[in-house]
């Protein structure tokens, strides 16, 4: 059975420090990956995809890399903001299939 | 567009009372899914569905049921409520596996059964 794991749970930084988040799956068979975010009481954003074929993505001050062989992700924050407060959710889903399993988050606060 | 909406926010239940959770989406994606999202935890697929009259069953099916009879809604039923129901709900939906691309969740529902 699949699991993931996102390590650390909670996080929390004063504002401009780069950081790492971090996502492990038990199987590494892994299609594609997302990391979403999501705000107190509201829905899930997605942020980044990275499909099959891809090893990381880009977005902004977001950069998210995946290594299929040990079955881990990244996602990395460049010159965090206090509106970069939030729950990050990484997600997989396996071959051919838009079933998702969630990792349990990381809850980020970044102070001013 | 509207993308996903839910409906209601928030509802409390007592215990053995049945209510249907709403879903919507305006983007005529073929997939559809509900989640289910304890405290301090991710997110479990309780249902989705492929596409208007085909659902299925997710990894926490127990206690819920669903129905497809189009393409922009999906209903959760609750028929009989138990504690352990108690959660915050969140329909999605996706195009299709394989393109890449990504779901779109909604606002979410949160529920106490007392």
């Known amino acids: 059975k699949q699991e993931v794991t996102q390590i650390p749970a909670a996080l929390s930084v004063p504002e401009g420090e780069n950081l790492v988040l971090n996502c492990s799956f038990t199987d590494s068979a892994i299609y594609n990956l997302q990391w979403f975010r999501q705000d107190p009481g509201k829905g899930l954003t997605s942020l980044l995809l990275i499909q099959s074929s891809q090893r990381e993505q880009t977005s902004g001050r977001l950069n998210a890399s995946l290594d299929k062989s040990s079955g881990r992700s990244t996602l990395y924050i460049a010159a965090s903001q206090p509106g970069d407060s939030a729950t990050y959710l990484c997600?997989?889903?396996?071959?051919?299939?838009?079933?998702?399993?969630f990792g349990t988050g990381t809850r980020l606060q970044v102070f001013p | 567009n509207a993308g996903v909406t839910q409906t209601p926010k928030f509802r409390i239940l007592k215990i053995g009372q049945s209510m249907t959770l709403q879903c919507a989406q305006d983007m005529n994606h073929n997939y559809m899914y509900w989640y289910r999202q304890d405290p301090g935890m991710g997110l479990k697929l309780i249902y989705y569905s492929v596409g208007a009259g085909i659902t299925d069953k997710g990894e926490v099916p127990n206690g819920y049921n669903v129905s497809r009879s189009t393409t922009e809604d999906f209903p959760l039923r609750l028929e009989l409520a138990a504690p352990s129901q108690t959660s915050v709900y969140f329909c999605?939906?996706?195009?299709?596996?394989?393109?890449?691309?990504?779901?779109?969740f909604g606002p979410g529902t949160r529920l106490l059964v007392l």
């Open positions: 997600a997989g889903s396996l071959f051919n299939t838009d079933k998702l399993i």
């Open positions: 999605a939906s996706s195009y299709s596996p394989g393109t890449g691309e990504t779901q779109y």
